[in-house]
């Protein structure tokens, strides 16, 4: 039997691929192009656009097409989200989107029509989907061969280029795993040693996505089952639902002011010490234990799973999700 290999810490020499630039080569002649040259009129006191203003004159310059002929980035009100509008005069070409993330779209889709055609075609553009997340390939994950914490080490698992490929590709999420115990602070457990550690990276990583137009979503699959290595709490045995039978699991009952403030408190710590965070992906029921509904075998509408209780299927998930929402 072949055994996984150990995982290799330190910087992986996948790093070095996605540190490499990527720049889009055009498929006609620099000759037929008129030349550009960019025009920032519309409002960034942030600098969150340079990333993507970057690229763009970045492929002028690589394909030698740079020249007078203005691309002005301007708001324009009567369109909103993320659509933008492209139009093409004798003199200008204008990029018009309602914010930031709508102008983020519209540049890097001038750069893709720029690769096949010398001069764009005016026409409005409204992505369909809001939130497209994604996850870094390369980054490990906190299971199974290896169980490593992204968050514990130095290494840059989404360097600037990579990004910029990402953001290219009109990905606007990416998700991090994260553990409440592990993160999150608390009045009901001691803080965990290294979770400052985990903070800082976390905002770091949040701060350097946001210049591409990224967020990031924490997954997490809460609320956590107690067990011999996660033993319920002395002073809340009322958080103790039913037990397995035949593994060492206990799931988490939410019917008490204190369960439901517990969950409050956590996802108000993480998102007040870690600014701009996308939001949660959280399997709250199905991938492994976790509140009393896993208890049942499968779902059920008049299913009231835990006796202790006596709360149905919606209600438990109501006040799970409901506490967590509320510290949001």
């Known amino acids: 039997m072949n055994m996984p290999p150990s995982f290799p810490f330190g910087q992986p020499g996948f790093v070095n691929d996605l540190q490499k630039p990527e720049i889009p080569r055009i ?3 620099a ?23 970057f690229q763009l004159e970045r492929f002028w310059q690589k394909n030698e097409i740079t020249g007078n002929m203005p691309v002005i980035a301007r708001q324009c009100d009567d369109l909103s989200g993320e659509a ?49 997340i994604s996850r870094c390939f390369f980054g490990p994950i906190k299971r199974a061969p290896f169980f490593h914490d992204e968050l514990t080490d130095d290494i840059d698992y989404y ?38 550690l985990r903070r800082a990276k976390l905002r770091q990583t949040v701060e350097r996505c946001r210049r591409y137009g990224i967020k990031v979503w924490v997954f ?18 009322e958080w103790g639902g039913p037990k397995s039978e035949q593994a060492d699991w206990q799931t988490f009952c939410i019917n008490s002011p204190s369960a439901k403030d517990y969950l409050r408190q956590s996802t108000y710590s993480l998102f007040s010490e ?5 939001g949660l992906m959280m399997i709250s029921h199905g991938e492994r234990p976790t509140s009393c509904l896993s208890s049942l075998y499968s779902l ?29």
């Not at 000759?31 to 203003?53: C, K, M, N, Q, W």
């Not at 360097?159 to 608390?186: H, M, S």
């Not at 008049?302 to 509320?326: F, Q, T, Y």
Request: a negative charge.
């Open 159 to 196: 360097p600037e280029e990579y990004l910029q490929k990402l953001a290219r590709d009109g990905v606007n999420g990416i998700w991090l795993t994260g553990v409440f115990r592990e993160i999150c602070r608390t009045s009901y457990f001691a803080e965990d040693a290294r979770a400052e």
């Open 27 to 29: 498929r006609y002649q």
């Open 274 to 278: 870690v600014p701009h965070l996308g």
């Open 220 to 237: 997490a699959i809460e609320p956590i089952f107690w067990s011999s290595k996660n033993p319920l709490p002395p002073d809340h045995p």
């Open 84 to 132: 933008w509008r492209i139009a093409v005069t004798d003199q200008a070409i204008l990029l018009e989107s309602a914010g930031l993330e709508g102008m983020r779209r519209a540049l890097y889709g001038l750069t893709e029509t720029l690769t096949d055609q010398p001069v764009p075609e005016p026409g409005e553009h409204i992505p369909w989907l809001r939130n497209r």
């Open 300 to 328: 059920g509408e008049n299913d009231r799973p835990c006796p202790h209780c006596d709360l149905s299927v919606g209600e438990i998930l109501r006040d799970v999700l409901g506490a967590m929402r509320s510290g949001m």
């Open 31 to 53: 000759t037929d192009s008129p030349g550009f040259r960019l025009v920032r009129e519309i409002a960034d006191p942030e600098g969150l656009l340079d990333t993507a203003y």
